[in-house]
């Protein structure tokens, strides 16, 4: 498919095409933080930011989700029968989502649905109605390290669209055709368009100087990993908090909760993390994860071994680093899967 | 596409308590809807989420076979939240199940082999599953020798008493049958479960071991079968982990990279011994 090209001053008009009959979301800032804002027209689009404070997992995967309703009075017709929650109304479309968090939505994909059983309705519905137009990472951060995790600044997987940012005008990669219907009419891009853009793709990746090795976490076998050594240090410092689990565009583990008030029931999901002690208490009080240690190496073992040996290779981290900027004690991703890899 | 969350409606059918200390109840489970019961297809092996509405889910094992017809049985011990309100609950009252989840025993690939079943405790629920549908006359000639060892704490926790003494009876199965010391009135066997497996011996020729317990009864069998000089291909055991979703997303009872929810709860000792002992 051609790619476009979109003038600056014509951004008003995509905008306006876009929120024909979608809700528009894109990252604005609010106080110091980039945060993920409804997007009412052009002129509140925020274009210099490295990336937003929080992924937009939330979008798919609320942080509090309803799940199903139920009558809460046996006597009443279907009562204590659990209906599940309508689907979203209005599809939506985010403009300007960095290509990490893009991939890391179709890392999720292979893991919400897999097969008829594993099916995740809600996480379904709500990818299969949002639109992804990307914004290409021009200036990468010190703690990106996108390109040695199967992604990159200007990454296309997971997007419909992506815009790279050519100082007056953007080059639109049309990436799917919902994307080539979003970007109709826009004129096409021209040889010289294209270079730009090539140039400033090669440069972003060039600035991005740390990474991670995964030859040997590739090669060896899970116990080897598990039994290593590292995981004693890394034990002494991590606090078992869970900012990293919250900022995270792949972390997805959640918890399941029944709420009554009244006669109105409903079972609602929320965000859990590996790094609580109840996530894996048995009813007996036998805790299979039942130190800090089990407990931190379980999501360095599930990002890099577990679910690159069960879903083709793909990596759960994309490299967007807001582990390594928001963690109270400074523990590096990076460095832990270097010591893993060494 | 279904989505699969959402529990089937069933109404409780029956209960009983099955053990002298009212910890262990069980629950006959009828679809309210006849296709729902179709859809859930199941074999020996596999669990269902339990639901109840306003306090939860719970994983339990199957108790009942396919070949018992379309109700479903569980036997749930009193731990949780759920559990005890579902120890409240009776015939009648309307309930959710959501399944079948998981795999199962293997029991097609264990056809002409001789079996051997060790069960634990309330663990014998999926092994009760098993025994009935080996023993229906539909399956019985496919298989070898059936070895049933089982053990409890008292005589008054052991479950299922009329259906095991039955298959001793008919002569269909070697069944053993334990319990930790002696009791007024037992003439059984006592003894622990590994102790009493090494007594009865089974042999490894052209044969599987199906065993499911508690973590300690598992830890001490296990050694048992080495000795008699059984490969770790030939033992399968069966997991259980803290579950949310049953179907191997929210993250939580996985065993290295396998979850015990949807790549389990059946693993061989083969798999089990190459991952880490986080069960």
Redesign the interface.
């Known amino acids: 498919m051609a790619n476009k090209i979109l003038a600056k001053d014509q951004l008003g008009a995509f905008v306006d095409k876009l929120k024909a009959g979608r809700e528009v979301f894109a990252p604005a800032l609010v106080g110091d933080k980039v945060v993920w804002s409804p997007l009412d027209s052009a002129e509140g689009l925020l274009l210099d930011f490295s990336n937003t404070d929080l992924s937009p997992k939330d979008f798919f995967f609320p942080q509090t989700e309803c799940?199903?309703r139920?009558a809460?009075d046996?006597k009443a017709p279907d009562?204590?029968?659990?209906?599940?929650e309508p689907e979203l109304k209005t599809p939506r479309a985010l403009m300007n989502i960095r290509p990490c968090d893009a991939k890391a939505m179709q890392v999720l994909d292979l893991?919400?649905i897999?097969d008829?059983?594993?099916?995740?309705?809600?996480w379904?519905d709500k990818r299969e109605k949002t639109l992804l137009i990307g914004l290409a990472c021009n200036d990468p951060c010190p703690t990106c390290f996108c390109t040695s995790v199967n992604c990159g600044p200007h990454h296309e997987v997971g997007l419909d669209l992506l815009l790279v940012d050519l100082g007056d005008r953007f080059l639109v990669k049309v990436i799917s055709q919902r994307g080539a219907e979003a970007a109709a009419g826009l004129p096409e891009a021209g040889a010289a368009e294209e270079v730009q853009a090539a140039e400033l793709k090669a440069k972003a990746e060039a600035m991005i100087t740390e990474g991670v090795g995964m030859d040997n976490v590739n090669a060896r076998?899970?116990?080897e990993l598990?039994e290593a050594p590292l995981w004693d240090r890394v034990q002494e410092n991590c606090l078992n908090c869970g900012t990293c689990t919250f900022c995270c565009p792949t972390c997805?583990?959640?918890?399941?909760?029944?709420e009554?008030q009244g006669t109105d029931?409903r079972?609602v999901r929320n965000w859990?993390y590996?790094m609580s002690w109840l996530?894996?208490?048995?009813?007996?009080g036998?805790n299979?994860?039942g130190t800090k240690k089990?407990r931190v190496r379980?999501r360095f073992?599930?990002k890099f071994?577990?679910i690159p040996?069960?879903r083709g290779g793909e990596i759960g981290c994309v490299g967007c680093g807001r582990c390594v900027q928001l963690c109270p004690v400074n523990i590096d991703v990076r460095r832990v899967v270097n010591q893993m890899n060494g | 596409m279904r989505n699969t969350y959402i529990p089937y409606p069933v109404r409780i059918k029956d209960t009983r308590v099955e053990t002298e200390d009212k910890q262990l109840k069980s629950f006959w489970l009828e679809f309210m809807n006849p296709a729902d019961a179709d859809a859930f297809a199941y074999t020996p092996g596999q669990f269902a989420e339990l639901s109840v509405s306003g306090y939860g889910e719970i994983p339990i094992g199957i108790a009942s076979s396919p070949t018992e017809g379309q109700d479903l049985l569980f036997t749930v011990n009193k731990v949780g939240v759920v559990s005890n309100r579902l120890h409240n609950m009776k015939a009648g009252d309307v309930m959710g199940v959501r399944g079948p989840l998981g795999n199962s025993y293997p029991l097609k690939a264990s056809e002409g082999k001789n079996i051997v079943i060790v069960a634990g405790g309330f663990a014998v629920t999926t092994l009760r599953s098993t025994m009935i549908w080996l023993l229906d006359p539909a399956n019985r000639a496919k298989y070898g020798e059936i070895t049933f060892i089982y053990g409890a704490r008292t005589p008054g926790m052991l479950l299922y008493t009329d259906e095991w003494t039955s298959w001793q009876q008919s002569g269909q199965a070697n069944v053993n049958v334990t319990i930790d010391r002696e009791a007024p009135g037992w003439t059984g066997l006592v003894g622990f479960v590994p102790s009493v497996t090494e007594q009865v011996a089974p042999k490894p020729d052209n044969a599987v071991a199906l065993i499911c317990g508690p973590p300690v009864m598992i830890k001490f069998t296990q050694p048992v079968f080495d000795k008699l000089g059984w490969k770790p291909e030939q033992i399968v055991m069966s997991l259980e982990n803290r579950m949310k979703c049953g179907i191997g997303i929210c993250g939580r009872c996985n065993v290295g990279p396998e979850y015990v929810c949807k790549d389990g709860p059946v693993f061989t000792k083969a798999q089990l011994d190459k991952l880490p002992r986080e069960y």
């Not at chain 1, 009562?79 to 599940?84: E, P, S, V």
């Not at chain 1, 997805?252 to 029944?258: A, G, N, R, V």
């Open positions: 799940m199903m139920f809460n046996a009562g204590m029968i659990m209906q599940a893991i919400f897999q008829q059983m594993t099916n995740d309705a809600y379904r076998e899970v116990m598990y997805h583990c959640f918890d399941i909760q029944d009554v029931g079972r859990d590996c996530f894996t208490m048995h009813g007996t036998h299979p994860r089990d379980q073992m599930h071994k577990y040996m069960k």
